[in-house]
């Protein structure tokens, strides 16, 4: 059952109104410093209903006229928790009614479209949130979606990435903003400066009561393995992962900037579906380089890099370093990587690898999706 967190007002009215300064302070430092917002900008608010999301609308409230902000609120029931999820949306949907600010409601069997897509529930429920703030931004003309993560969050992403693995991309962590199109105000507040400023404001809150079930990964990193590091290895730990991923982040920019120069001077043809590199300037690149312009060629004709992992991206490095010509690997949504003559060349087939068939069985190899 969903739970409402009442607030109750503080007495020492001097003490509020230095930590309210306080708070307002780094917001708009965090605007500022990530040039997230303009004056005029018109923002579609992701509110759940949770603490991060409603401090992040009463937040973003403050600073409307500074801006001149049009704010809009949308919500999504992901109808997984039953009548704790359409609790949640009246909640939001009182808030916004309270407020005067428009309301954008979504309600989505994500149960049915994971396991029709293949997909984990976060997985897909990330999908379906961000197509929907894409629709209503476009139907209504919001220019930016504003999100409510914050640096707990990202402090339990890193780790997380750091157990399964994860190389750059996977350790940078929650970005503060992603294409002008999605801004995160909240990314440098803690979750206790969040809920000291929703006391301020005597703002109540949902819980989420899926949030406490540990068979979900996140949850076990934030109630399990992040206490225990806290405890026993490092008191600040949050705030060492969340140094970690800004420092990852900004030397991951600027790999991926020199990265791209080395992409152009090895490039011979670039098509939607196909790009073709030459061979020789491939074969003298550091590992370290080759394996990310591999990940760029994958991801410019595939839109991303979802199923391919580091299995993928080594047996592309060794199909490069063999002197074989014709050898070609199969991966996941129809890319096809080979050899011919000089040039490396990759490719999205328009059907099925399988249907394609391969033109020469004894030296070609296909490596499938883990």
């Given at each position: 059952?969903?739970?409402?967190?009442?607030?109750?007002?503080?007495?020492?009215?001097?003490?509020?109104?230095e930590?309210?300064?306080?708070?307002?302070?780094?917001?708009?430092?965090?605007?500022?410093?990530?040039?997230?917002?303009?004056?005029?900008?018109?923002?579609?608010?992701?509110v759940?209903?949770?603490?991060?999301?409603?401090?992040?609308?009463?937040?973003?409230?403050e600073?409307?006229?500074?801006?001149?902000?049009?704010l809009?609120?949308?919500?999504?029931?992901?109808?997984?928790?039953?009548?704790?999820?359409?609790?949640?949306e009246?909640?939001?949907?009182?808030?916004?009614?309270?407020?005067?600010?428009p309301?954008?409601?979504?309600?989505?069997?994500?149960?049915?479209?994971?396991?029709?897509?293949?997909?984990?529930?976060?997985?897909?429920?990330?999908?379906?949130?961000?197509?929907?703030?894409?629709?209503?931004?476009?139907?209504?003309?919001?220019?930016?979606?504003?999100?409510?993560?914050?640096?707990?969050?990202?402090?339990?992403?890193?780790?997380?990435?750091?157990?399964?693995?994860?190389?750059?991309?996977?350790?940078?962590?929650?970005?503060?903003?992603?294409?002008?199109?999605?801004?995160?105000?909240?990314?440098?507040?803690?979750?206790?400066?969040?809920?000291?400023?929703?006391?301020?404001?005597?703002?109540?809150?949902?819980?989420?009561?899926?949030?406490?079930?540990?068979?979900?990964?996140?949850?076990?990193?934030?109630?399990?393995?992040?206490?225990?590091?806290?405890?026993?290895?490092?008191?600040?730990?949050?705030?060492?992962?969340?140094?970690?991923?800004?420092?990852?982040?900004?030397?991951?920019?600027?790999?991926?900037?020199?990265?791209?120069?080395?992409?152009?001077?090895?490039?011979?043809?670039?098509?939607?579906?196909?790009?073709?590199?030459?061979?020789?300037?491939?074969?003298?690149?550091?590992?370290?380089?080759?394996?990310?312009?591999?990940?760029?060629?994958?991801?410019?004709?595939?839109?991303?890099?979802?199923?391919?992992?580091?299995?993928?991206?080594?047996?592309?490095?060794?199909?490069?370093?063999?002197?074989?010509?014709?050898?070609?690997?199969?991966?996941?949504?129809?890319?096809?990587?080979?050899?011919?003559?000089?040039?490396?060349?990759?490719?999205?087939?328009?059907?099925?690898?399988?249907?394609?068939?391969?033109?020469?069985?004894?030296?070609?190899?296909?490596?499938r999706?883990?």
């Amino acid at each position: 059952m969903a739970v409402i967190m009442k607030i109750k007002q503080k007495n020492n009215e001097k003490l509020d109104y230095e930590l309210h300064a306080e708070l307002m302070n780094k917001f708009q430092k965090t605007i500022e410093n990530y040039n997230m917002l303009i004056c005029g900008d018109s923002v579609l608010v992701g509110v759940s209903g949770g603490p991060d999301s409603m401090g992040l609308i009463l937040f973003l409230m403050e600073v409307k006229e500074k801006y001149s902000l049009n704010l809009g609120i949308a919500h999504i029931n992901h109808n997984l928790r039953g009548k704790e999820s359409d609790r949640d949306e009246k909640f939001v949907k009182d808030f916004a009614c309270k407020t005067g600010l428009p309301f954008f409601p979504e309600k989505k069997d994500v149960t049915s479209i994971a396991k029709k897509s293949k997909l984990s529930l976060e997985e897909a429920a990330r999908n379906v949130r961000y197509s929907f703030y894409e629709k209503i931004c476009e139907k209504y003309n919001f220019s930016k979606t504003a999100l409510a993560h914050n640096c707990d969050d990202n402090a339990e992403l890193v780790l997380m990435n750091l157990l399964r693995g994860s190389g750059p991309k996977g350790l940078s962590g929650i970005p503060p903003k992603r294409n002008t199109l999605i801004i995160r105000p909240l990314i440098d507040f803690s979750k206790n400066e969040i809920l000291n400023y929703l006391e301020l404001k005597n703002q109540d809150y949902v819980i989420d009561s899926s949030n406490n079930d540990l068979y979900f990964l996140r949850n076990r990193i934030r109630h399990s393995l992040i206490p225990l590091l806290e405890k026993e290895y490092n008191p600040s730990i949050t705030d060492s992962l969340n140094r970690l991923s800004h420092i990852i982040r900004d030397e991951d920019q600027w790999m991926e900037k020199k990265i791209s120069q080395v992409f152009e001077k090895a490039l011979i043809k670039h098509e939607k579906n196909e790009i073709q590199l030459d061979y020789y300037a491939l074969s003298e690149l550091h590992r370290a380089v080759l394996r990310r312009i591999i990940r760029m060629s994958i991801k410019k004709i595939k839109g991303n890099l979802k199923r391919i992992t580091l299995k993928h991206i080594d047996a592309s490095m060794d199909l490069i370093a063999s002197a074989e010509s014709g050898k070609s690997l199969d991966f996941p949504d129809r890319i096809r990587i080979f050899k011919q003559r000089k040039k490396i060349i990759f490719k999205k087939e328009s059907m099925p690898l399988r249907q394609l068939g391969k033109k020469n069985n004894n030296c070609s190899q296909s490596i499938r999706a883990l």
